[in-house]
């Protein structure tokens, strides 16, 4: 005879910490951090791992997971990493940054770390906005898009064109794994999930540095439903911000996970 | 119909944002505007049978509220 006894499908990570976040309803920063805990607990790292926070949104970041972390000075959390692995080399190290801390203020800090290939991981929140100080301008932000300090949108001719970092940080030798994915939708969150990973075994193999830029709402300062700022994900970030492998270590690209 | 999957909803998580009951392929979430959780927000429920527990809604679930059973058969 056939008899039914439930399987757990899902259940919430334990990198992650019990407590309510403080993040607006539906603002893809919290999959972010669910995507990350999922990864340390399924890499096994959570209790060698020291997360560097931010200043933006997720500037109590170190609330919410249940593992090491420390907070930087805004844009400093690469410098801040780098100096942690390279006291601490066994120990997993990670930055978990928006555009306005890591593409203004700290655009000189990634760059650096990058270029010198610090075998730190990044995780780099794309919202093309400044979210936690009132919907400013990011260097993300798109041509015509309507921000506090773009009032009649975002003008080229002045303000000038979004930088892709991606791009601009896979040209540099220390990179050792550089992507962008989205998390707009199930099958672009596993991918997202899947480049977290990767970015993690790049470090664990001292490989380089390693980052995953992620596509995420500010469904707050988009002004938008959460369900709709997805969509304006789809339609209008990726257009601008191509979902793709920059730098692919090929070690890490033959590894199946 | 025979239940094949449900979920337990964390009511001190879950912020009624709405994105699972969109990404839901049965359609049977909704959020449940009888109920408020602590935080004052109207938490999700299931408002029919159908549920297979693909584990979709806690994929996109920024709030990790969500924890997805499905039936396994034990052959005996
Ligand atoms: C030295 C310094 N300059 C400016 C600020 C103000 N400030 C706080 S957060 C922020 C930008 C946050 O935007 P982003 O990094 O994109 O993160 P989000 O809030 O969108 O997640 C700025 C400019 C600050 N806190 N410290
Ligand atoms: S302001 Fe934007 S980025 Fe910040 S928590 Fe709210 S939705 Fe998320
Ligand atoms: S996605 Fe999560 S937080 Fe949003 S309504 Fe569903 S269970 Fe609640």
Redo the contacts with the bound molecule.
């Keep these: 005879m056939a008899i039914a006894e439930p399987k757990i499908v899902y259940q919430r990570p334990t990198s992650l910490a019990t407590r309510v976040t403080h993040y607006c309803p539906g603002c893809t ?1 919290g999959v972010a951090h669910r995507l990350i805990a999922e990864v340390l607990d399924e890499m096994e790292l959570r209790e060698k791992t020291i997360g560097v926070a ?6 109590f970041a170190y609330n919410y997971f249940d593992h090491d972390y420390v907070e930087a ?3 400093r959390a690469p410098a801040m990493a780098t100096g942690i692995k390279r006291m601490l080399p066994k120990n997993t190290v990670y930055t978990y ?6 593409a ?2 700290g655009m000189a800090e990634i760059m650096h770390a990058a270029a010198r290939g610090e075998n730190i991981t990044v995780v780099f ?1 794309n ?1 093309a ?5 009132g919907g ?1 301008m ?1 260097p ?1 932000t798109l041509p015509g898009m309507v921000t506090t300090s773009s009032p009649g949108g975002r003008d080229i001719e002045s303000m000038g064109y979004p930088v892709r970092m991606a791009e601009i940080l896979s040209t540099l030798d220390g990179a050792g794994y550089v992507v962008r994915r989205s998390l707009h939708d199930p099958n672009n969150i596993r991918k997202a999930k899947k480049a977290i990973r990767l970015a993690f075994e790049t470090q664990e193999r001292g490989l380089g540095f390693s980052l995953v830029e992620l596509l995420s709402s ?1 469904p707050t ?1 988009w002004k938008l439903s959460p369900v709709d700022a997805l969509q304006f994900i789809e339609d209008k970030m990726i257009p601008m911000f191509p979902l793709g492998d920059y730098k692919v270590n090929p070690e890490i690209g033959k590894l199946r996970v | 119909m025979a239940i094949k999957g449900w979920i337990e909803v964390d009511e001190l998580h879950c912020k009624g944002c709405g994105l699972c009951v969109a990404a839901c392929p049965q359609n049977v979430m909704s959020l449940d505007m009888e109920r408020l959780t602590p935080k004052g927000y109207h938490p999700v429920h299931l408002h029919a049978d159908g549920c297979t527990g693909c584990g979709i809604c806690a994929i996109v679930c920024p709030d990790a509220a969500l924890t997805v059973f499905r039936e396994a058969k034990i052959k005996a």
Excluded at chain 1, 97 to 102: A, F, K, S, T, V
Excluded at chain 1, 129 to 133: A, F, N, P, S, V
């Design positions: 920063h931010p200043v933006g949104c997720s500037v000075a805004h844009g940054q928006g555009d306005g801390d890591l203004s203020i929140i919202n906005i400044y979210g936690m100080t400013q990011a993300t500010c300062n």
